[in-house]
């Protein structure tokens, strides 16, 4: 027994011991939190930045409003969300905010014997659509939009997110720019009071439902869409034309933007002019701490950022997102140099 | 010699007092334990109540009780009301136990009275393994089996039948979602099934046999037994099984949540989506930014500890009552 006891005891010293240098192992993988959009991207970037370097990262998809709440109780480096903080406010909290990468929002449906790219809608028929003013599949507005296809006697099921999302925000963003009403009833946010629908959660949740109502229209991140091989839909953009979503689309949306209009390069894509631009194209941002605490953390993670800027273009296009252009990535290392500082004023960053 | 053996004795009392004294302080201790492991359990819930009421002041003094009576939930206004999930909740629990009632109360006849009896361990396994499902089980299934068979079959079904029948058709209206009010019902009322089940088998296994075996000598027939000596000497059993079984269904979250459509609005129709307390609290808390919003959240979830707290404490009620009646 007595034996018994003090092998346990060894046991137990050595598992505690095991778990405390796994601990310390895990102290040196950046830490993040944030928006389940660019979730698939991040993922690839950091396996690929892990076999390079060895440092990895933990980052939790745990959406964008949980990204900023864990970056202001400092839990995390660095927060992620694709709604864009406003000027004031980075500049009360002290954080920087930056793009990393560039997607589309694409509406997807559930209709028999329509294919993807079939059906074409516009800005205002897609509000129309989502505030409940169309509630049926063979309404006028749709079929004039599409003499061609062949349009069911069935109602809409509406499908959105029922919980908060960037991606939300960017939909709603773009529908309140098409629409009047939809901008006066139920206006822009990550959650919003949704006049019609059925709610599900993340894009995943959005993607499994429109795939099991029949008669159903959602809208989810391009690549959710094309895993899930959902009927996606094109659009007519500002400029009146049909549009594909493709990363050409999204990045022509991205090329007509101007990024320094905004403090923290805080533009939304949503209905950019251009013939060839996707309307509902979106970007997600990075947020750290100006004078971050942990200097070395922060450290680690902005030479991951600046290495996914400059190797990770390939395949940010491989999962159909669309890479920062040159003189935007520029511009954000700049930024770095002169505002992301240690307690002497020395900057974190100093280039690859 | 006899200074000896006086030495032997005082020696045993000093023995025996030790041990004595021993056995007082173990018992000391092991009764402190339990009563603090007692007490353990009574600080956890005060400190849930208590973090729950300092959580949600901040929406309960902004809305007062118009919290309760409001159906707008608008985050973007910050406008928030507890009626839609409230409804949604009480109504899903409801019909929830008006199916799952009497099929619980028809399988534990069954399985007292009339299954032959090699079937009877089978059966009553069966019904328990429906409660060791997880809930995130019944909801995948839900979603995936249940509610596309309910939309393509049941729904468009039912809706045809009670087309043009005033009330019918405005609880049955269209379009048929396959996920929605009822839906969640449904598989609610699977998963309280176990629950009343085995609580109503127990509790007509505490009915004396002579009471039985004297009805069937005056020519009762089985569902006169069942009707009238059975089941009103286990009415208020059944009930606490009854409670315990809707304190589960309103709290039920994951299944829920899957299958319900999560929509903040009350609708007449049975078919269209709702939402639940708990449901809406899994959906929105990680993603609810600004303080309003998340102490709203705080006060549903007090809401539903209020509500639950009262039906258990009617379970408990009843079941004692019927237990104190078993024992005279």
């Known amino acids: 027994m007595r034996h018994f006891i003090r092998s346990a005891v060894v046991a137990i010293a050595m598992a505690a011991a095991s778990t405390i240098s796994i601990s310390a192992a895990m102290a040196a993988d950046i830490s993040g939190a944030g928006a389940t959009f660019p979730y698939p991207i991040y993922a690839k970037w950091a396996d690929a930045y892990k076999k390079e370097t060895g440092i990895g990262l933990n980052y939790q998809s745990i959406g964008s409003g949980g990204g900023i709440k864990q970056i202001k109780a400092k839990t995390v480096t660095f927060g992620a969300s694709d709604a ?33 790219g079939e059906l074409v809608l516009d800005g205002p028929v897609l509000a129309d659509i989502f505030v409940g003013k169309i509630t049926n599949w063979n309404d006028e507005a749709i079929k004039k939009l599409n003499p061609d296809v062949k349009l069911p006697d069935q109602a809409i099921a509406v499908v959105h997110r029922s919980d908060g999302s960037g991606t939300t925000f960017n939909f709603s963003y773009y529908l309140a720019d098409v629409s009047a009403d939809w901008k006066s ?87 950019q002019a251009g013939a060839e631009s996707w309307p509902m194209t979106s970007a997600t941002w990075i947020l750290v701490y100006k004078k971050p605490d942990d200097t070395a953390a922060t450290g680690e993670a902005l030479k991951f950022f600046a290495w996914s800027y400059g190797k990770g273009d390939e395949m940010a296009a491989g999962l ?25 004023g020395k900057p974190i960053y100093s280039g690859m | 010699m006899s200074a000896v053996s006086e030495a032997v004795t005082s020696s045993g009392a000093r023995t025996r007092e030790a041990i004595v004294r021993r056995f007082a302080l173990t018992d000391t201790i092991f009764r402190t334990a339990t009563r603090l492991s007692a007490i353990l359990v009574l600080v956890l819930l005060g400190g849930v109540a208590i973090s729950l009421i300092t959580g949600s002041w901040q929406a309960l003094s902004k809305f007062g009780f118009s919290f309760l009576t409001t159906e707008s939930w608008n985050p973007v206004t910050e406008n928030f009301g507890a009626l839609a999930p409230i409804y949604g909740t009480i109504v899903t629990s409801a019909i929830a136990i008006l199916i799952a009632v009497p099929i619980g109360i028809g399988i534990a006849v069954f399985l007292t009275e009339l ?19 997880p809930s995130i089980i019944y909801g995948i299934w839900g979603l995936f089996v249940f509610a596309p068979f309910l939309q ?36 609610l009322a699977i998963m309280v099934l176990p629950f009343i089940t085995s609580i109503t088998k127990d509790v007509f296994d505490t009915v004396p046999s002579v009471l039985k075996e004297s009805a069937y000598g005056i020519g009762c027939t089985t569902w006169e037994v069942t009707r009238r000596v059975v089941i009103p000497y286990t009415r208020v059993g059944i009930m606490g099984g009854v409670m315990l079984g809707l304190g589960r269904a309103l709290g039920e979250t994951m299944a829920v949540t899957f299958v319900i459509g999560n929509a903040h609005r009350i609708s007449a129709s049975l078919f269209a989506p709702g939402t639940t307390i708990s449901a809406t609290i899994a959906n929105e808390f ?43």
């Open chain 2, 286 to 328: 990680t993603e609810a930014d600004g303080e309003l919003y998340t102490s709203s959240l705080v006060a549903l979830g007090l809401i539903l500890f209020i509500i639950t707290f009262i039906i258990l404490a009617i379970a408990r009620y009843m079941l004692l009552r019927i237990d104190s009646k078993a024992g005279a």
């Open chain 1, 320 to 344: 159909d997102y669309v890479p920062m252009p040159d003189a935007v990535v520029k511009s954000v290392e700049e930024m770095w140099a002169k505002d992301i500082v240690d307690s002497n």
């Open chain 1, 185 to 271: 009833k139920v206006g822009v946010n990550t959650a919003l009071e949704w006049p019609v629908g059925i709610g599900a959660k993340g894009n995943e949740g959005v993607a499994n439902n429109v795939a099991q109502t029949g008669g159903a229209i959602g809208y989810v991140e391009y690549a959710y869409a094309k895993q899930n091989k959902l009927i996606y839909t094109d659009l007519i953009n500002k400029d009146g034309k049909k549009v594909e979503p493709t990363a050409a689309a999204f990045s022509a949306a991205a090329a007509n933007a101007d990024w320094s209009s905004k403090p923290g390069y805080g533009v939304i894509l949503a209905n």
């Open chain 2, 115 to 133: 299954c032959p009896r090699p079937l009877r361990r089978p059966i009553g396994i069966a019904v328990e393994l429906l409660a060791g499902i």
């Open chain 2, 152 to 187: 393509t079959t049941v729904q468009p079904f039912v809706i045809w039948l009670f087309h043009g029948i005033p009330g019918l058709n405005g609880l049955f209206a269209g379009p048929p979602y396959g996920i929605g009010m009822l839906t969640s019902s449904l598989i």
């Open chain 1, 84 to 116: 864009p903080l406003k000027g004031e406010d980075l500049d009360s909290i002290g954080l920087a905010q930056f793009p990393m990468v560039m997607g589309g929002i694409v509406p997807v449906v559930n209709l028999e014997g329509v294919k993807p």
